[in-house]
């Protein structure tokens, strides 16, 4: 995996693709990750956080180490060897 800026935002790319992008808002971080429903048990993994159709608003009052975002990333590219995406269409 590698790290790169796209649009302005840290972006993470697997095989030159780009699986990530990470965006600062005023109250929150954006973490854009494409279809979030195309992650197996995504709504679950995320149910602490206010989502979007392909963003995860990660706000300051929220412990990520007690959340299942860490297995979302991980179940997101390992979706992404496989040869499967998060692409929005």
């Not at 990530?20 to 954006?30: D, G, K, P």
């Not at 300051?60 to 992404?80: A, D, P, R």
């Amino acid at each position: 995996m590698t790290e790169g800026i796209e649009y302005k935002m840290l972006c993470y790319q697997y095989n030159e693709k780009t699986i990530f992008h990470l965006n600062a808002q005023r109250a929150y971080v954006s973490l854009y990750v494409g279809t979030i429903k195309k992650v197996e048990n995504a709504e679950q993994l995320l149910k602490e956080f206010d989502k979007g159709k392909g963003c995860i608003r990660i706000k300051k009052s929220v412990k990520i180490g007690e959340t299942g975002l860490e297995e979302f990333i991980q179940k997101t590219i390992e979706l992404w060897e496989k040869g499967g995406n998060t692409d929005c269409s």
